[in-house]
């Protein structure tokens, strides 16, 4: 199975005090069982670096940016055009106004690679229209 980590979950298992954060370790060690292939893109880090800096402090997002560096867990998917073009097609058709670019992006990989998984805690991941069924790691 291969599984796409957004923004929202590697916050709320980096910030220990966020909401998610005792759901997100359960949700993580469920998924870890699975031996999946984890994916994540340029677009979510650079979300995740930002957002941890500002709900938490430099030191925890320098320090969540070199564990990304270390690790081989995780494939860091880089926007190609052709995922661009898709997410700027899915963008186009969404009015929902907490549906940001960057989810589009994500939506768009999920549906070229065929992922089968999602872990996020924004519901719009749960409800999107992908292509093919995708399963929700989340609250």
């Not at 199975?1 to 916050?11: E, H, L, R, S, Y």
């Not at 997100?24 to 800096?53: C, G, H, M, N």
């Not at 960057?102 to 998984?117: E, H, P, Y």
């Amino acid at each position: 199975m291969k599984v796409f980590i957004d923004t929202g979950a590697f916050c709320a298992l980096a910030i220990p005090k966020d909401q998610h954060n005792n759901a997100a370790k359960l949700l993580y060690k469920q998924i870890q069982k699975e031996r999946p292939a984890l994916f994540t893109s340029d677009y979510v880090l650079d979300e995740v670096y930002t957002l941890l800096k500002a709900r938490s402090s430099h030191a925890i997002a320098v320090k969540f940016m070199n564990q990304i560096e270390e690790n081989s867990l995780v494939t860091i998917l880089r926007i190609t055009e052709e995922i661009e073009e898709g997410a700027k097609s899915i963008f186009k058709r969404f009015e929902d106004k907490r549906l940001s670019f960057t989810d589009c992006t994500s939506f768009a990989f999920i549906n070229n690679l065929r992922i089968g998984g999602v872990f996020a805690f924004d519901d719009h991941f749960r409800y999107h229209p992908y292509t093919h069924p995708v399963r929700f790691f989340g609250e």
